[in-house]
């Protein structure tokens, strides 16, 4: 089992950025890629961004390319999520997901709340 704890939301003003942060511990060993995902309240859960072992694969949504950059910490067992020129349509709890093990498994954070308000 893998443990997902995000932090780094928050209150920010339209054009603002926030960075999300996201730590995985327990069984990590067959840690494999992460992301991200966004869900407002009374929406389906939507994918934000991913990022591969190696970091050599990275994908982002259309609606947060070229705002939003996924990265991966040294240690692997860490992804961040820099937000820039943040709009309303941001807003939302945003979740960390990992993949790992043979067969893959899920994992998700609790999430934070990310609010973009003046």
């Known amino acids: 089992q893998v443990h997902l704890v995000e932090s780094g939301g928050g209150l920010v003003q339209p054009g603002g950025s926030l960075r999300l942060s996201c730590v995985a511990s327990?069984?990590?060993?067959?840690?494999?890629?992460m992301a991200w995902f966004r869900q407002v309240l009374g929406k389906e859960r939507e994918f934000v961004a991913q990022?591969?072992?190696?970091?050599?694969?990275?994908y982002y949504a259309d609606s947060v390319k070229g705002r939003f950059t996924i990265s991966r910490g040294n240690a692997k067992n860490t992804v961040y999520l820099q937000m820039d020129s943040l709009n309303p349509e941001d807003t939302a709890v945003y979740y960390c997901?990992?993949?790992?093990?043979?067969?893959?498994?899920?994992?998700w954070g609790q999430g934070t709340q990310v609010t973009v308000s003046s």
């Open positions: 997901n990992a993949l790992s093990g043979s067969p893959p498994q899920n994992s």
């Open positions: 327990g069984r990590t060993l067959g840690l494999n890629s």
């Open positions: 990022i591969s072992w190696s970091s050599d694969s990275i």
